[in-house]
């Protein structure tokens, strides 16, 4: 972790205590979550006790406090996305991946994350890839999907 | 861009905008919301560059994005000018015919216009198609002619014009009083009267004042103020600017939820453009009045939709709801008076004061004024979102626009108002849509999800994953909600797994009341309702998981089992291939069966089976 960028995201936002939330999407942008150091760095800069970062770092979902893979892997498990066999779809996912939803593979190559709602329910049931969507997923078009990431590796697109 | 210092300069900027763009009549718009992007838009936009260059034209047509149009589940959409062509699920390999027929020649491609199931008819413009037809789209609508990156596009359809009404035409006092008039109510959910809220902040003693746009939408299931604020972004900041002046308010923040990337793009960059213009900042178009809007992206909490739990998600601190004793609009950010509106009333507010409340108020009921989007999903036929004028029937909403049911299955129910809503059967269908009827049958209309369920979903199920979703949100401040729906999902996972005690149906209304009851913010009091109303409206389903340990829908897995049925299986071998836990044995030609100690009910099966004959049964032994 590069503490230089650090101390840019909380220049960004001029020391504030009131853009805590930000900064912290900030670095988990740079660093696909939050490393304990940066914490600390916060605490420090914001002037403010490293617990109160952590329960908010805690409270909300968007941010990991363990490092994620190299591909995200995002499944819709909104309403709309539920009953037209979203759970099923994680099911899949789950056992391709051999993870569970919050978890990276050992080989860091993918993370896996249910959410409450992409957005996108009209087209349900939905999975992302990287930020991209696919559509009216089932198990077998996901499982198949996931195949030919896995295969093209690096960055390949599905 | 110049920045624009009088209302007359907005004018001619206008004109101006206008007069460049009668270079070329033919206009080719591509949707570029998120559903569309799923499925490729981004490609068929590249394709439609491509081809343009390649195919000469005298005078090059316009190409560009738009708003997200509604129609997602037909994406991605192209329309071509003239002639207001509508093509739907369109690739790259079908533009080069579309630039060279329909665009050069004007000839129609109709494989990629939209077929009406019913008639068989294929229809060539949107206004024509069913889903389109039955709609108010008053909102929607300027979606499709503004691409949301440009300032210009909406300039151009008379955007802004309304914040010189109000700036130049009225006092602040006049804007509040125009509101109020019109009847406009919260489209968050709660429907307290937009104007209302705004006169009460107006008086409430304290500066700075701020204003906020909700854009958390946290509901699972509908993404109307995803789409308004995606897809024209500046109709939601001008509905907040003339907010912020009948206020007094010099600030305001638009607290986008944290999977809405797109959305939150947009609104960046409209902030920028409208800064760049002189739309935002100083005296703005030389009227005096200062105003300035920054975004704040969510961090993934559903309670944060909630204003107070908001609020303090802005300053920076967890997302819990404080007791609304002292309202926001007296004591809200930084403890001063904040007026929050949810993305869509902010969008309804330019056009009440351009074409007065009257016209505003003239659709609708008599306590419910205007349109309403909704986000129609799940188990039917046309899926997406629909704006129609408050107190249409739930019928008229699936049946005619929505289209029916998928696959000739029966619609069951639909779920309204999100995790504090509840499922109406469809025996209810003939009620109205408005704040008070849905309320009246035991859900609520809320910010406008609406989600179908058919005879293969399971209502236990439902009440059970609503339940489950909202004891994870809960931020856990309150005993009865934090605990209550601990239990509560308890006792419904005894029941889709079979092991329901006698006493679970009772307990489980109780409990219900008592959440209900005894906790402090709106999402632990109405986090019963959908078991709640589950139970008022689908009793016959719980008894049947409890008594006869069945899920009649087949979806509660410990319930089910998956079997082959002997008289139409071909033994075709598809569903073994497919079959990752090896439970399905039969040799090619011959019946196949389904080894029930094996099989993991992934249902890849019954996905590729030819002649669908892998049946979901449940109940009796297993």
Redesign the interface.
Known sequence: MDVRTVNDIIDKYEG???????I??DIQDRFHYLPEKSLKKVARRLEMDLPEIY??AT?????SLTPRGKHAVTLC????C????GP?IL??VR?VLGIEPGQTTPDRQFSLNA??????????P?MALD?????EM???KA?RILGKFQKKGNGGRA | MKKIRSAAELKQWKAQLLSGRKKSDKIIRVCGG??C???GCQEVKKAFRQELRKQSFKTPPILKYTGCRG???R?PLVTIQPGNIFYQRVNPEDVPLIVSETVKKGKIIDRLLFEDSKSGRKITTAQKIPFYRAQTRLLLSQNELVDPTRIEDYVAIGGYASLVKALFRMAPEEVVAEVKASGLRGRGGAGYPTGQKWENCRRAEGSPKYVICNCD???????MD?SLLEGNPHSILEGMMIGAYAIGSNQGYIYV?????LAYKNAEIAIRQARRAGLLGKNILGSGFDFDAET???????VCGESTALIA???????EPRSKQIHTVVKGL?DKPTNLNNVETWANVPRIIQKGSRRFSAIGTEKSKGTKIF?????IKN???VEVPMGITLKEIIYDIGGGPQGGKAIKAV?TG?PSGGCLPASLFHLPVDFDSLAQAGSIMGSG?M?V?DEE?CLVD?AK??TR?LQE?S?GKCLPCREGLKRMGEILDGLTEGKGDPESLSLLEELGEVVTDASLCGLGKTAANPVLSALKYFRQEFEEHLQNKRCPAGVCLPLIRYAVSAETCTGCGACQK?C?AGAIAGEKKKVHQIQVALC?K???CR??CPTQSIQVQSGGRS
């Open positions: 504030k205590k009131t853009a805590l939330i930000s912290l999407h329960g908010v409270f909300y979902k968007a941010f498990l909104g309403t709309a539920h009953v037209r066999q099923k099911a899949e056992r959410v409450n709602c992409l957005g996108v329910c009209a087209i349900g939905v930020g991209k969507f696919f559509g089932s198990p077998l499982r | 998120r559903g992007q799923a499925y129609f997602c589940e994406g939408e946290g509901d699972p299931g509908a993404f995803r939820r944290q999977e809405y990337t704040v992206r969510g961090g993934g909490a559903f998600s802005i300053e920076g601190k967890v997302g930084w986000s129609l999903v799940g188990k899926t997406g979102l779920q999100g999800g989600i369920m979903t439902v994953y609503f979703f949100e931020c497919v990752f993991t992934c249902g890849a996905e590729v």
